[in-house]
């Protein structure tokens, strides 16, 4: 499927078949694809929980509960879910981790390639930090282009999927211990495949036009 096909036939699907799974090939080139998505200065601050069984599920079920059991059933009938997780920080020598991958897949030539990429990264990293003081937002915007790119992805290999704001983080955050792994949880994603029942998918695509969305300079 083309990538315009795939954009116009994705949707945010309502309610998921239960005994339908996703491949496992499938799923991953999908994490290969979240994997894979860009960051400013190749940050990277974001983590990728995966659960495909009833237990791992139910886990991930305890962030919509309450005000969000809306979302519950997208989360225990859907094939794979994923919360994605983004850093509350740079600490703890994550940006000499990102530097040191980098060298390791051959991005820099010499001694002085390294240290000019670290320079770059580090003088982004305290604009968002100390002038700007948003980088746990910074962080975020960086984490949302994971979840486009994992939507795309999923819809070119006819894969259905929800994502989901509403959701408890802080019980989330809880649950997984992610405070302690400098993590905060900030958007789940369910994927398989529709139900019979899903209204949503009978409906068409309802997008403006492009003559009011684009300016062409």
Known sequence: MDI????KKRYSTKAYD??????????????????????????????????????????????????????????RDASHVILFCTRVDAEGGYLERLLEQEDRDGRYADAAAKAGGAKGRLNFTNLHRYTLRDLPQWYEKQTYIALGNAMTAAATLGVDSTPMEGIDAAALD????????????????????????????????SRLPQEQVFTFL
């Open 4 to 7: 315009v096909a795939a954009s």
């Open 18 to 75: 239960a005994t339908r799974r996703v491949p496992e090939e499938l799923m991953q080139q999908i994490y290969e694809a979240i994997r894979l998505s860009p960051s400013s200065v190749n940050s990277q601050p974001w983590h990728f929980i995966v659960a495909s069984t009833p237990e791992g599920k139910a886990r991930l079920a305890k962030g919509v509960q309450g005000g969000y059991s809306f979302n519950e059933s997208k989360v």
């Open 174 to 205: 809880a649950e997984l211990g992610l405070h302690e792994k400098g993590l905060s949880s900030l958007v789940l994603l369910s994927l398989g495949y529709h139900a019979e029942s899903d209204f949503n998918a009978k409906l068409p695509k």
